[in-house]
């Protein structure tokens, strides 16, 4: 999901580490690069951090030209059910406006494989 977050601020890496890296561990965490252009629509500028389910990066949303962030999802066998799942939560949480909470702008499969 794309998550549009104020990326203006340099974090500390100490806030962004992560030990034992769970998506690491299960070789499945897709990786992107610095200058990828994912979907036709975000161009990667950097990871921002990496977890148990993924990895989040920070990118620029290319028709708009402002930064957001892509979470990658680590789903070895994305079933079916799973998928419509993942799209309904994103749906309904793409309604909720609160300023203690991240706006979803986008969704999608990356390799057909990964969500985000």
């Known amino acids: ?10 974090f500390p890496d ?12 299960l070789g499945g ?28 990066y920070k990118v620029e949303q290319v028709t708009l ?12 066998d994305i079933k ?3 998928w419509r799942r993942f799209q309904q939560e994103a749906r309904a949480t793409s309604l909720l406006d609160h300023p203690n909470l991240i706006t979803v702008h986008d969704c999608g499969l990356l390799e057909g494989k990964h969500p985000f």
Do not use: C, F, H, W
């Open 29 to 56: 965490a897709l990786e992107l690069s610095s200058g990828q252009l994912v979907q036709d629509r975000y161009r990667v500028i950097n990871e921002i951090g990496r977890g148990g389910m993924g990895v989040v």
């Open 1 to 10: 999901m794309a998550d549009e977050i104020n990326l203006s601020n340099d």
């Open 14 to 25: 100490s806030t962004l580490e992560a030990s034992g890296s769970r998506a690491d561990e």
């Open 65 to 76: 030209g402002r930064n957001m962030a892509l979470k990658t999802i680590d789903a070895k």
């Open 80 to 82: 079916d059910l799973t």
